[in-house]
């Protein structure tokens, strides 16, 4: 740590160990579990009543809400990146949408390959889709950063393939969030942080409270709103003397602008002795502020824009992304059956401005803001689920039978922008979506399942399920799952599970169109080229070889060991292997030669370049995740809690599909190896967490080191791949009890202000020094970040 950052991390670290004195200073009580029991009752993964994590079938971790809160973040895909050593958030920036809607990985598959649940209920996905050059490219997932840390209550994920009890996509696993819910307590919260280099300032306040609904119901409403400051690592801009800001820096590389505002609400009323009404809904709308790429005032010898912009300019996109959902239904009992009927809708809606631009092909007379269109993603649901026990005298315990029902509608809508944000040469940053482009796309699907859960004997535990689904626009799919578990001992546990599933192409995946410029290395230049990206029904696609898309298929085997010789000490060791066929990517971009660029043209596309998607691989992902716990009680009612997490993963390809006929010809690749490679090395190997967590009556004090494995970010000249080393991040955080109701904490984030290696200079991959960093580093590249909150709970 260099000397002239030490002042304020002494000062926060100081401020952390005066909240200890104070708090050591006030009359010790024993310390209470709140959430933190070594073992706690599960729902996902299983419609048995009160499993326990100890007795589950396949891994789940359950996370509570005091491990959510303890780090200065408060974006849940970076807090669950930190905490689960098999979630990967990277963060992008200058990747257009990618950097206002940032996806998270499990266990190294596509950030779509994971199911999100809010209270058990399929949650809608994100209707931004990840085109540009970064981990998750050709995703369009669930944007966990629009929900709220102060809404829930504790996370549930399941780390095994789901789909034969949940549908598309739990492939790679599912996260379960889980609400609030009571009328009884509530708390008010203000934080403040800000980054060592003395940006991405953030101001956060949030609460939440709970009310009586007459004597037999309550209602819990939850409020989160932030203001983010950008951040900028980037280098100074010295490649031409000639423009007026030589040397000065020019871009900005980091997280955008943000200002998210959020409430949810959640509810439930006791109709009758047999019947609950239950209901919870949000809200929330997240504006943002990113900055595409520099533009520099000269193009050759040439002025880009004498009469506006005569010393370059930075191109913003700015967004809004608006989430809406509300689920409402019934539960109850009948006869000895369980039973629970919903109705859900969800949606989200993405629109793009353009400031301090232009469009250079109106000249002078060109707008510097430019409206440039909105996607939105529809998703209504009907499910009606029953489940009873019925004993069985041959086995150990009832037989549990779970049956269930599911119809569900999703539409995708593409907006066109305002003619000036993309006629001619378009706004430059990104051009807005062409009336050609816009239009509104859905389809419908029915399924049904079967879930059987029974203790065999007193040892032995198994299930079994099956789901089949029907899509109108790709067929039929059917889904099966095996698990068992088997008690050696009461002390140690083998447990192992065997399914096969899908993920059905999204909606997105299938329809998004838009032409808008990208850049290509081409002789160590960024050069920039209009690039069309296609529906796999558009005819310019099809020319090129498209074909419809197809679902993915997964098979999973896992095997786990499981070890508990007291009730202060816990471990397990979990296998697995994840066979993914006909995977969808984003293709390469194909830069085309003349003779196609002319069918373009024809087609009305006048274009250089061309991409589109396709069922471009099988692959195969082999891991292990290990996960330890151990409480050390102390006198005085205080304990120390350590928790040791760990994931190796590995990704490899078994078959690539065939390269279309005309694209062979003209000596281009549909999926070409940065693709592929882009799957395979560019997440971290593996991911260590340690986490040390002291609690003594009114304070606590949390460590967590956590070590990000390496990863390549791949280029097709494998002379130009980038491998990153292992990079090592501490964290350490503090809170105190004022009363019975004052609160404070204070931390630091990556105390040791760790940055990850900067991209070389080959073939200019750094852009001579401008953008230092990747956006594949898993931990980001902002540097060491300071926070401190003060809350008030009743």
């Known amino acids: 740590m260099s000397k002239h950052h030490t002042a304020p991390s002494l000062l926060v670290l100081g401020l952390i160990g005066s909240l200890g004195l104070n708090a050591s200073a006030q009359t010790q009580q024993p310390a209470a579990d709140d959430g933190a029991q070594m073992q706690s009752v599960v729902v996902t993964g299983t419609f048995s009543k009160n499993r326990r994590t100890l007795d589950s079938q396949s891994p789940v971790d359950v996370i509570g809400a005091r491990e959510l809160q303890a780090t200065g973040s408060t974006e849940l895909a970076t807090v669950l990146g930190r905490i689960l050593p098999s979630v990967n958030f990277p963060r992008p920036s200058g990747a257009d949408a990618s950097d206002a809607v940032r996806p998270a990985q499990l266990r190294g598959l596509s950030p779509d390959q994971v199911l999100v649940l809010v209270n058990g209920k399929r949650r809608h996905a994100s209707s931004v889709i990840n085109v540009n050059g970064t981990l998750g490219r050709g995703s369009a997932p669930v944007d966990l950063n629009a929900i709220p840390l102060e809404a829930i209550d504790h996370i549930e994920v399941l780390r095994d393939g789901a789909a034969a009890q949940y549908g598309s996509d739990a492939i790679a696993g599912v996260i379960n969030i889980i609400l609030k819910k009571g009328a009884k307590g509530g708390d008010v919260e203000a934080g403040w942080g800000q980054y060592q280099q003395h940006d991405g300032r953030q101001v956060t306040l949030r609460g939440s409270t709970g009310f009586e609904l007459g004597d037999r119901g309550w209602v819990r409403i939850a409020l989160e709103a932030a203001d983010k400051d950008p951040t900028n690592r980037a280098g100074a801009d010295f490649?031409?003397?000639?423009?007026?800001?030589?040397?000065?820096?020019?871009?900005?590389?980091?997280?955008?602008?943000?200002?998210?505002?959020?409430?949810?609400?959640?509810?439930?009323?006791?109709?009758?002795?047999?019947?609950?009404?239950?209901?919870?809904?949000?809200?929330?709308?997240?504006?943002?502020?990113?900055?595409?790429?520099?533009?520099?005032?000269?193009?050759?010898?040439?002025?880009?824009?004498?009469?506006?912009?005569?010393?370059?300019?930075?191109?913003?996109?700015?967004?809004?992304?608006?989430?809406?959902?509300?689920?409402?239904?019934?539960?109850?009992?009948?006869?000895?059956?369980?039973?629970?009927?919903?109705?859900?809708?969800?949606?989200?809606?993405?629109?793009?401005?353009?400031?301090?631009?232009?469009?250079?092909?109106?000249?002078?007379?060109?707008?510097?803001?430019?409206?440039?269109?909105?996607?939105?993603?529809?998703?209504?649901?009907?499910?009606?689920?029953?489940?009873r026990e019925i004993p069985v005298s041959f086995l150990h315990g009832p037989l549990t039978v779970a049956l269930g029902l599911e119809a569900r509608h999703e539409s995708y809508e593409i907006g066109?922008?305002?003619?000036?944000?993309?006629?001619?040469?378009?706004?430059?940053?990104?051009?807005?979506?062409?009336?050609?482009?816009?239009?509104?796309?859905?389809?419908?699907?029915?399924?049904?399942?079967?879930?059987?859960?029974?203790?065999?004997?007193?040892?032995?535990?198994?299930?079994?399920?099956?789901?089949?689904?029907?899509?109108t626009d790709f067929g039929d799919t059917t889904s099966a799952k095996a698990s068992a578990r088997y008690a050696v001992t009461p002390d140690f546990s083998v447990r192992g599970t065997a399914s096969s599933g899908f993920r059905a192409p999204s909606l997105a995946q299938q329809y998004y169109t838009i032409t808008t410029t990208n850049f290509f290395v081409i002789n160590g230049v960024n050069?920039?080229?209009?690039?069309?990206?296609?529906?796999?029904?558009?005819?310019?696609?099809?020319?090129?070889?498209?074909?419809?898309?197809?679902?993915?298929?997964?098979?999973?085997?896992?095997?786990?060991?499981?070890?508990?010789?007291?009730?202060?000490?816990?471990?397990?060791?979990?296998?697995?292997?994840?066979?993914?066929?006909?995977?969808?990517?984003?293709?390469?971009?194909?830069?085309?030669?003349?003779?196609?660029?002319?069918?373009?043209?024809?087609?009305?596309?006048?274009?250089?370049?061309?991409?589109?998607?396709?069922?471009?691989?099988?692959?195969?992902?082999?891991?292990?995740?290990?996960?330890?716990?151990?409480?050390?009680?102390?006198?005085?009612?205080?304990?120390?809690?350590?928790?040791?997490?760990?994931?190796?993963?590995?990704?490899?390809?078994?078959?690539?599909?065939?390269?279309?006929?005309?694209?062979?010809q003209n000596k281009l690749l549909l999926v070409d190896r940065q693709t592929i490679n882009r799957v395979t090395v560019a997440s971290p190997k593996d991911k260590l967490s340690l986490s040390t967590d002291y609690t003594r009556g009114a304070w606590n004090a949390r460590a967590v080191v956590t070590r990000y494995g390496s990863f390549t970010v791949p280029q097709n000249d494998a002379t130009l791949d980038q491998t990153y080393d292992p990079q090592w991040v501490l964290d350490l955080s503090g809170s105190v009890k004022i009363d019975r109701n004052w609160r404070l904490a204070a931390g630091i984030d990556n105390v040791t202000d760790r940055y990850p290696a900067e991209i070389t200079s080959k073939a200019n991959l750094n852009n001579n020094g401008i953008s230092r960093y990747s956006g594949f580093a898993p931990n980001g590249f902002n540097g060491r970040f300071y926070y401190v909150k003060a809350g008030y709970s009743w």
């Open 416 to 471: 066109a922008g305002e003619e000036a944000s993309y006629t001619g040469s378009g706004s430059q940053g990104f051009s807005g979506f062409r009336l050609t482009d816009a239009g509104k796309n859905g389809r419908s699907n029915q399924s049904a399942y079967l879930n059987l859960e029974a203790d065999v004997t007193d040892k032995l535990a198994g299930s079994v399920a099956v789901r089949h689904e029907h899509y």
């Open 527 to 664: 050069t920039p080229i209009e690039t069309g990206t296609f529906a796999v029904t558009n005819p310019a696609a099809q020319v090129l070889g498209a074909q419809p898309l197809k679902a993915e298929k997964a098979r999973n085997l896992s095997l786990g060991l499981q070890y508990q010789p007291s009730k202060n000490f816990s471990t397990s060791v979990d296998l697995y292997r994840i066979d993914i066929d006909d995977r969808i990517l984003f293709s390469a971009n194909l830069p085309l030669p003349d003779p196609l660029k002319a069918q373009m043209a024809s087609r009305g596309y006048y274009i250089g370049a061309a991409r589109y998607f396709t069922n471009a691989l099988d692959t195969r992902t082999k891991g292990v995740d290990v996960v330890s716990t151990y409480r050390l009680p102390l006198s005085q009612g205080a304990r120390v809690d350590f928790t040791l997490g760990y994931n190796w993963n590995q990704n490899a390809v078994r078959h690539v599909a065939d390269n279309p006929a005309l694209l062979t």
């Open 239 to 387: 490649r031409n003397p000639r423009e007026p800001r030589y040397g000065q820096v020019t871009q900005r590389l980091g997280d955008p602008e943000s200002r998210p505002r959020t409430l949810f609400v959640n509810s439930q009323v006791r109709v009758n002795d047999d019947i609950e009404w239950y209901g919870f809904a949000n809200y929330g709308e997240r504006t943002t502020s990113a900055a595409a790429t520099w533009r520099t005032a000269y193009v050759g010898t040439a002025l880009r824009s004498p009469t506006i912009y005569p010393e370059g300019f930075l191109p913003l996109e700015d967004s809004t992304s608006t989430d809406r959902s509300v689920v409402t239904g019934l539960r109850g009992e009948l006869a000895g059956w369980r039973w629970d009927g919903s109705l859900n809708y969800g949606s989200n809606a993405f629109s793009l401005d353009l400031d301090n631009t232009i469009n250079q092909s109106l000249g002078a007379s060109s707008p510097t803001h430019f409206y440039a269109g909105r996607l939105k993603f529809d998703q209504t649901l009907a499910n009606l689920d029953v489940a």
